[in-house]
T-cell receptor, first 114, second 116 residues
Framework: GAGVSQTPSNKVTEKGKYVELRCDPISGHTALYWYRQSLGQGPEFLIYFQGTGAADDSGLPNDRFFAVRPEGSVSTLKIQRTERGDSAVYLC????????????FGNGTRLTVT | GESVGLHLPTLSVQEGDNSIINCAYSNSASDYFIWYKQESGKGPQFIIDIRSNMDKRQGQRVTVLLNKTVKHLSLQIAATQPGDSAVYFCAETSNAGGTSYGKLTFGQGTILTVHP
């Protein structure tokens, strides 16, 4: 079946601009996560949704970052006033039930802030 | 060996050999562990998982071993193939406080290169 889909696959933006990154999880997966991966590092947790609500947003680095999942399926990660340090691969993952079930990742959006 | 930043540990093997990738974790409360394979330009791909009430679990060509005493996890790949070449990450999470979910903490990764 279809896996986690992320769009766009690449995004180049200028410092100070606003960006939105989209994630379509696997159908039927109630849990959705955003992670960020810098070059040569493992992914780092940003935010977790169970259904429509953000159950844990403790990984968001600051208030320029925000994510929504209004209908409990598709999620959008929003970054305001982008900075060069935001450049990374943003990964979305979903899992069937959230606890003790493996995360299935998309291929990510590579964000480059110039 | 130890690595910092971009200098990930590396493992080079010949096709057909068995590979062992190691991972040390730090949180003694971690109770669920996953191995992921990541190829260039792709997201991490689930390989195998293990819960803390087990010390060994086998999949197709892969085996994960968990030693909670020394907080060590290993991934064994049998008859390694060129298609196994990738970066391998271990990840852990804890059910402490009953809030277990996919808030994974990833290790630094190991680059596996399989030579034909």
């Amino acid at each position: 079946g279809a896996g986690v889909s992320q769009t766009p696959s690449n995004k180049v933006t200028e410092k100070g601009k606003y960006v939105e990154l989209r994630c379509d999880p696997i159908s039927g997966h109630t849990a959705l996560y955003w992670y960020r991966q810098s070059l040569g590092q493992g992914p780092e947790f940003l935010i977790y949704f169970q259904g429509t609500g953000a159950a844990d947003d403790s990984g968001l680095p600051n208030d320029r970052f925000f994510a929504v999942r209004p209908e409990g399926s598709v999620s959008t990660l929003k970054i305001q006033r982008t900075e060069r340090g935001d450049s990374a691969v943003y990964l979305c993952a979903s899992s069937l039930k959230g606890y003790n079930s493996p995360l299935h990742f998309g291929n990510g959006t590579r964000l480059t802030v110039t | 060996g130890e690595s910092v930043g971009l200098h990930l540990p590396t493992l080079s093997v010949q096709e057909g050999d068995n590979s062992i990738i190691n991972c040390a974790y730090s949180n003694s409360a971690s109770d669920y562990f996953i191995w992921y394979k990541q190829e260039s330009g792709k997201g991490p791909q689930f390989i195998i998982d293990i819960r803390s009430n087990m010390d060994k679990r086998q999949g197709q060509r892969v085996t994960v071993l968990l030693n909670k005493t020394v907080k060590h996890l290993s991934l064994q790949i049998a008859a390694t193939q060129p298609g196994d070449s990738a970066v391998y990450f271990c990840a852990e999470t804890s059910n402490a406080g009953g809030t277990s979910y996919g808030k994974l903490t990833f290790g630094q990764g190991t680059i596996l290169t399989v030579h034909p």
